[in-house]
């Protein structure tokens, strides 16, 4: 997925579940970071701070991001900085804990 114009990306999940991710760079020195922020019962922003680099950046295993009908979901990416206007390419996987049988 390429972002365009610096617009955050939103995915509406199953159980009305929406999670929104905003890219953003602070001060360029400073390592990429992420922050988590819940905005009510059915939403949530991840902030990518400093994901800049052409060469790719994520996260190294997948993090937690809540629960659909009672099954942890999982979000595993990496991101590449394709221009300094802050285009990026974000390539992602979305992972569901499995059912017990």
Not at 68 to 76: A, C, H, T, W, Y
Not at 83 to 96: E, P, R, V
């Amino acid at each position: 997925m390429i972002t365009f114009n610096r617009e955050p990306l939103l995915f509406s999940l199953p159980d009305s579940l929406q999670v929104q991710l905003l890219f953003s760079a602070l001060e360029a020195e400073k390592p990429n970071t992420m922050q988590f922020e819940k905005d009510g019962k059915d939403r949530m922003t991840l902030r990518l701070i400093n994901f800049n680099s052409p060469m790719g950046s994520g996260s190294a295993k997948p993090i937690p991001v809540g629960e659909i009908e009672g099954r942890k979901l999982f979000l595993n990416f990496i991101v590449y900085a394709l221009s300094a206007d802050g285009q990026k390419d974000f390539h992602y996987t979305w992972y569901l804990e499995g059912e017990e049988s």
